[in-house]
Nanobody, 121 residues
Framework: QVQLVEYGGGLVQAGGSLRLSCAASGRTFSSYAMGWFRQAPGNEREFVAAISRSGGTTAYSDSVKGRFTISRANAKNTVFLQMNSLKPEDTAVYYC??????????????WGQGTQVTVSS
């Protein structure tokens, strides 16, 4: 059974930074791509970033490109999302996901429970 647990959410002022972590268990972590998605109240879940199995390829949504960085540590079964220059519109529940590389929800088979990120203006 795959388990994904996110850490690092919280309340931050606009312009600040947060680093999210997602620890995976139950699968050979390095065999899967990882992704981050987010969902704000009343909105659909949207793609934020993805990273390939080796970490050599990454992708970002236009709304976070240049501000967020996804990375992974396969030896620690962990994926990270460094979020800089945060904006109030980044406020959402952030989810990590494990599966195939891509920006579609359908690319991922397993999801974490989510962690709340709130950016105050």
């Amino acid at each position: 059974q795959v388990q994904l647990v996110e850490y690092g959410g919280g309340l931050v002022q606009a312009g600040g930074s947060l680093r999210l972590s997602c620890a995976a268990s139950g699968r050979t972590f390095s065999s899967y791509a990882m992704g981050w998605f987010r969902q704000a109240p009343g909105n659909e879940r949207e793609f934020v970033a993805a990273i390939s199995r080796s970490g050599g390829t990454t992708a970002y949504s236009d709304s976070v490109k240049g501000r967020f960085t996804i990375s992974r540590a396969n030896a620690k079964n962990t994926v990270f999302l460094q979020m800089n220059s945060l904006k109030p519109e980044d406020t959402a529940v952030y989810y990590c996901a494990l599966g195939s590389y891509g920006g579609s929800i359908a690319s991922y088979d397993y999801w974490g429970q989510g962690t709340q990120v709130t950016v105050s203006s």
